[in-house]
């Protein structure tokens, strides 16, 4: 079956320290991947998404992401974070040719501490 | 442009009643997505619909239906409500081409009692 999983549930860390978070797919076919933001109280947002071409994907607020084919994983990244970048992060897969069904991964709530 | 529209916002149901929630999307858009968000299950697919037709389904009871309407805002139908439907449900939007970009509504909170 298609799943999608993040490692990290919890994570808290301090102002301007660096960001991973880890996403990893397990899907039979070509796919897209996103990566949204929830923020308290907002709706999901697209931080950034990968369809082909260069596997290294920035997307808004700094965020960028690198596909790893090999690996399934299509990990986020960010250098510093700032108190604003507290919020709920989730990894989406979608298959290509198979209409718009983005099968989401369990979310990473991070919370960044000042 | 406007965003993705749901309503109602919010609202509170009965165990046993019916309940219907309405999307509209994008303007342009014709591909309506529906997602349930809970606490232990998280962000699961319900539906997708394409010009008027369901395209795909998720892992849901037939209580669960949706349709689309020819402006391609689309709704979607709870019956028996049962508790552990309280959710937060999201309708979202797309264009049908390579590379597109899916949208998200704020949501419905629906609340059974």
């Known amino acids: 079956a298609q799943s999608v999983s993040q490692h990290n549930h919890h994570v808290i860390l301090s102002e301007a320290a660096s960001l991973e978070l880890g996403c990893n797919y397990s899907y039979g076919g070509t796919v897209n991947l996103f990566w949204y933001v929830q923020y308290p109280g907002q709706h999901l947002q697209l931080l950034l998404k990968y369809f082909s071409g260069d596997p290294l994907v920035k997307g808004i607020k700094g965020f960028e992401a690198e596909f790893i084919k090999s690996k399934f994983s299509f990990n986020l990244r960010k250098p510093s974070v700032q108190w604003s970048d507290t919020a709920e992060y989730f990894c989406?897969?979608?298959?290509?040719?198979?209409?718009?069904?983005?099968?989401f991964g369990t979310g990473t709530q991070l919370k960044v501490e000042l | 442009k406007a965003g993705v529209t749901q309503t109602p916002r919010y609202l509170i149901k009965t165990r046993g009643q019916q309940v219907t929630l309405s999307c509209s999307p994008i303007?342009?858009?014709?591909?309506v997505s529906w997602y349930q968000q809970t606490p232990g299950q998280g962000l699961q697919f319900l539906f997708e619909y394409f010009s008027e037709t369901q395209r795909n389904k998720g892992n849901f009871p037939g209580r669960f239906s949706g349709r689309q309407f020819s402006n391609s805002r689309s709704e979607m139908n709870v019956s028996t409500l049962e508790l552990g439907d309280s959710a937060l449900y999201l309708c979202a939007s797309s264009l049908e081409e390579a590379g597109n970009t899916i949208y998200f509504g704020e949501g419905s909170w629906l609340t059974v009692v």
């Open positions: 303007s342009g858009h014709r591909s």
């Open positions: 989406a897969v979608k298959l290509t040719g198979g209409g718009n069904k983005l099968t």
